[in-house]
């Protein structure tokens, strides 16, 4: 049994459908639905996503939710109590800032409405949802928390990310997953941050004006190079619900290239891209595009 919280598209839309590949029950939460959309203003739906896992196997169940609500969130995971009496796997994916932030733009000339928007939707998002859910997760040992975030811990230490609001929201989503490792830990249960790669989302794919089916001909090299489909760190998901050792990870922060290794999941193509890795010796060294090695 699975949240999925802030599934509409992109990760959380990839996280929702390889959870149904597994054969789960997913909750998929968001606020886009077919009669109304949110300010992100976009086509996706949840219950184009709910459809998407139940197609795969799954069991899909599409709920509108503002997880900004506190009402709303705890109406959520009273439902799900009610109706499975279980939660196993609660991921916060939440984000919704993709349009309220300015690449390197100091923080004292970046728009503050946006930047403090951005913090809410990505961290207290995340924190009211948990607030909400875990109760239900922990009532059984084996529970696994996600949080979904930009960089793992090691390269975001190193790196200055976009700007102070990003940075900060992004790194504030690890530590959160550190703090719940220690809150769940007697309960017997996990948590871990996650992060994918270069993430062939909706908005991405139309930004550099390809589809799934033509991404390597995107004008940003790198981007043709390493990216990677949302189902991609959906298996990563799958493959730590699915872990029965998982509590040794908890606390910790993971890529999907990093964990395709250690699990043997794949991408959608057969491939397993390591795009930190690949951040890491190819693109901020400013070398060629090149994937040999990273795929």
């Not at 996503?49 to 969130?73: N, R």
């Not at 998901?237 to 509590?247: G, H, I, M, Q």
Request: hydrophobic share 40%; charged share 25%.
């Amino acid at each position: 049994m699975a949240l999925v919280a802030g599934a509409t598209r992109g990760a959380g839309r990839g996280i929702a459908v390889a959870l149904g590949e597994a054969g789960a029950t997913v909750w998929c939460t968001g606020r886009t639905t077919r009669d109304r959309r949110s300010e992100y203003d976009r086509p996706e739906t949840i219950e184009e996503t709910a459809e998407l896992v139940t197609a795969a196997g799954g069991t899909g169940i599409a709920v509108a939710v503002d997880h900004l609500d506190p009402a709303a969130v705890e109406a959520l995971v009273a439902r799900i109590d009610r109706e499975h009496g279980r939660l196993d796997v609660l991921v916060n994916d939440v984000w919704g800032g993709e349009k309220l932030f300015a690449f390197d733009t100091p923080l004292w000339e970046h728009d503050l409405a946006d930047g403090l928007r951005m913090m809410r939707l990505g961290l207290d998002t995340h924190l009211i949802t948990s607030h909400f859910a875990l109760p239900l997760l922990a009532r059984r040992p084996g529970g696994l928390v996600v949080e979904m975030t930009d960089g793992t811990r090691a390269y975001n230490d190193a790196n200055y990310r976009n700007s102070a609001f990003y940075d900060l929201v992004k790194n504030a989503v690890i530590r959160l997953a550190f703090a719940q490792a220690r809150e769940l830990a007697p309960h017997g249960c996990a948590a871990v941050a996650l992060t994918p790669g270069w993430l062939r989302s909706e908005m991405m794919l139309e930004a550099f004006g390809v589809t799934e089916e033509t991404w390597r001909d995107a004008p940003e090299p790198h981007f043709a190079a390493i990216s990677e489909s949302p189902r991609f760190v959906g298996r990563a998901v799958a493959a730590l619900a699915a872990d029965p050792e998982v509590r040794r990870r908890s606390g910790g922060s993971f890529s999907s290239g990093e964990l395709a290794r250690d699990y043997g999941f794949t991408d959608i193509d057969g491939s397993r891209p390591d795009c930190w890795r690949y951040l890491a010796e190819v693109q901020d060294r400013g070398l060629p595009a090149d994937p040999t090695g990273y795929r």
